[in-house]
């Protein structure tokens, strides 16, 4: 692999690894986050039954969603992309920035109407990562794989 190929696995993995502690922290807790419990100005014992596991599956679904994907990206990065199939340095950044962009869009919407503050930091270095691993992905394909070796060559 070279330099620019190597970089970009780099970033795609350090994304997924976000992915996957994002999804780990979601999926393992029994009450809402911090943030949600100012979101709500409400504590979590103060919230009646039904709408805490209402929470707490909302909570487990994201947080299944970061795993999945992360494993998705994983699978890709290990296969397809290190081969230089240009189809996968696509997918794994689409994948990604979806997971991340409708993340983003949900913790935007509470930040903007409540007196929370979400953790957007992690979402935005997650998709900046993502960026910089397609834009060295594109470098790459440019100035080391002959075009009659590349996938999508016909």
Known sequence: M??????????HSLAALILVAFG????????FMPYHAAA???DWASVDGGTQQVLLALMRALGGA????AVLVGTLLWGPFRRGERW?????PMAG???CATSLYAQLGVALKTAASPPMLP???AGALL????????RWRRRHVPSSARSDSR
Not at 24 to 31: D, F, G, I, K, P
Not at 88 to 92: E, F, K, P, R, V
């Open 24 to 31: 780990v922290v979601y999926l393992s807790r029994s009450e």
């Open 66 to 69: 970061c795993i999945g994907v």
């Open 40 to 42: 709500m100005e409400s």
């Open 123 to 125: 979402v935005l270095v």
């Open 131 to 138: 960026l910089v691993g397609l834009w060295l992905s594109w």
């Open 97 to 99: 920035l979806l997971l």
């Open 2 to 11: 070279q330099r620019y190929s190597r970089c970009s696995l780099a970033c």
């Open 88 to 92: 996968a340095t696509l997918a794994i």
